[in-house]
């Protein structure tokens, strides 16, 4: 079974700093990759996502994120951040074969200071 | 645009009284997913229906029932609400159930069970 882990559940930047919202996956066969942005009482937007084409996948909102599969991780990064990218943020897995069922992180908050 | 609606938004039952959850799409999308999302928790499959076929998740309680009538709606029946089922309900609908076929979400249903 594939899994994704996410390490910091809260991380805090200071607006116009770098991003960096990590997350690593477990995966037997090659991984589709997600990263989904909820706001609060929202449901999930998909911010990007890797479905085994380029390794550096550039999403909305000025996020990107890169595939590595030698660390088996798929970090989601923006250069400067806005006070609008506070928020909850999963990553997610999926794999061929699995009925598209992801299987998510434990989620990552964003506080955004001035 | 098209989307995914949910309705109602929030709602509010009291413990052991049964409770409809609704979902359309504008998307003509063939597979239609509920989850479970407990506060600051992950959102959590509850069962899926491709097309008409119904896949129901191992782990979930049988007090659930999904109604699929036709491809634009699907509900989500609690039969007996008790005090752990509040939470966020998010509908989701994808075109196909490949590994990399998007998920678009609605914006939830907040239950309040009293």
């Known amino acids: 079974a594939q899994s994704v882990t996410q390490l910091g559940s809260h991380v805090s930047v200071s607006e116009g700093a770098l991003v960096l919202l990590r997350c690593n996956y477990s995966s037997s066969v090659p991984p589709y990759l997600f990263w989904y942005v909820q706001y609060p009482n929202q449901g999930l937007q998909l911010l990007l996502k890797y479905t085994s084409a380029a390794t550096l996948v550039k999403g909305i909102n000025g996020f990107e994120a890169e595939f590595k599969k030698s660390e088996t991780s798929f970090h989601l990064t923006k250069p400067s951040a806005h006070m609008s990218d506070a928020a909850e943020y999963f990553c997610?897995?999926?794999?061929?074969?699995?009925?598209?069922?992801?299987?998510f992180g434990t989620g990552t908050q964003l506080k955004v200071e001035l | 645009d098209a989307m995914v609606i949910q309705n109602p938004r929030y709602q509010v039952t009291q413990f052991g009284k049964p409770v409809t959850l609704s979902c359309s799409q504008t998307?003509?999308?063939?597979?239609m997913y509920w989850y479970q999302q407990k506060s600051s928790q992950a959102p959590k499959l509850l069962f899926h229906?491709?097309?008409?076929?119904?896949?129901n998740e191992a782990d979930t309680p049988d007090n659930f029932q999904s109604r699929r009538p036709n491809t634009s709606f699907c509900f989500l029946d609690i039969r007996s609400p008790g005090l752990g089922d509040a939470a966020m309900y998010l509908c989701?609908?994808?075109?196909?159930?490949?590994?990399?076929?998007?998920?678009?979400f609605g914006p939830g249903t907040r239950l309040t069970v009293l």
């Open positions: 229906y491709y097309d008409k076929d119904f896949n």
């Open positions: 997610a897995v999926t794999v061929t074969g699995g009925g598209n069922k992801l299987t």
């Open positions: 989701a609908t994808s075109r196909d159930n490949r590994g990399n076929s998007e998920q678009f």
């Open positions: 998307l003509n999308h063939n597979v």
